[in-house]
């Protein structure tokens, strides 16, 4: 393919994804003009605007947002914590949403992007998360986390693009033995994450394993109503979460005597 044709190839894939961008916020206003999220396990959360950050805002309106998840979450909601940590936050989905799902728990927000800080203390407010809860702060290493003084036991969820690695350091289960974790492996930015991550953990904590489910997947089998009124290509677009490529979540449960609720 000649520089050209190149070049007009990249434009017409640009025209399209904003194409497929304005129908999706089209779709947001008409159908979603209150931005309450209808399903899943945040239903009823609200966001203060039509914005979300590092990832598509639709889905998690509609609440099929790492719908894979849900399975699990549901094991999470059945233990205490007194601390969550949500490393890599954006503008607050699982922060605020698991503030809400435990309501007597420290939150504890982190992410490098400054517009999501924001978004996410915009959106504890309005969910009625009492700001005394909240801590929302910048970029999170190994040892501040292992100097964490916990009231008792914590989820440390974790999506920090590939920082895994170094967030999560050998020595780091033995730090915290107690608490649970549940962490997006990003296999797609060093293939090695998810392997290290069950090795480092394998001692002190039982792993389970769930997988990405594709786009295209997404659309010919989710099932919402809201879904119901559009084409198959036309649920590609809306459902898409835009990964790119399958992954992996661990959810990492304490073998720890004390931590079984």
């Not at 304005?22 to 203060?48: A, C, N, T, W």
């Not at 998840?69 to 954006?90: K, M, N, Q, S």
Request: charged share 30%; proline share 4%; hydrophobic share 40%.
């Amino acid at each position: 393919m000649g520089f050209f044709a190149s070049s007009r190839k990249r434009a017409r894939q640009r025209a399209a994804k904003a194409e497929e961008k304005q129908f999706v916020r089209s779709v947001i206003r008409q159908d979603f003009p209150d931005l309450e999220v209808r399903h899943g396990p945040f239903r009823g959360m609200k966001y203060p605007c039509a914005d979300s950050v590092g990832s598509t805002l639709f889905p998690k309106l509609l609440g099929s947002y790492e719908s894979e998840l849900h399975p699990i979450l549901e094991t999470v909601f059945a233990r205490e914590y007194t601390d969550i940590v949500d490393v890599g936050c954006a503008e607050g989905y699982y922060a605020v949403g698991l503030g809400l799902r435990f309501p007597d728990a420290m939150l504890h927000a982190y992410d490098v992007n400054g517009k999501a800080r924001e978004l996410c203390r915009e959106m504890a407010e309005l969910n009625g998360i009492d700001a005394n809860r909240l801590r929302v702060a910048g970029k999170l290493d190994c040892s501040s986390l292992h100097a964490f003084e916990f009231a008792g036991c914590a989820l440390i969820v974790s999506d920090c693009e590939g920082f895994e690695k170094e967030l999560f350091a050998p020595e780091t289960p033995g730090f915290m033995a107690r608490h649970d974790f549940l962490i997006e492996a990003h296999d797609m930015v060093d293939i090695h994450i998810s392997g290290y991550l069950k090795n480092i953990f394998s001692s002190t904590h039982d792993a389970v394993v769930i997988e990405s489910v594709d786009d295209i997947h997404k659309a010919q089998r989710y099932q919402y109503p809201e879904l119901e009124k559009f084409s198959l290509p036309e649920r590609k677009i809306l459902l898409s979460e835009e990964r790119r490529s399958t992954m992996e979540w661990l959810l990492l449960l304490s073998r720890h005597s004390d931590s079984r609720r």
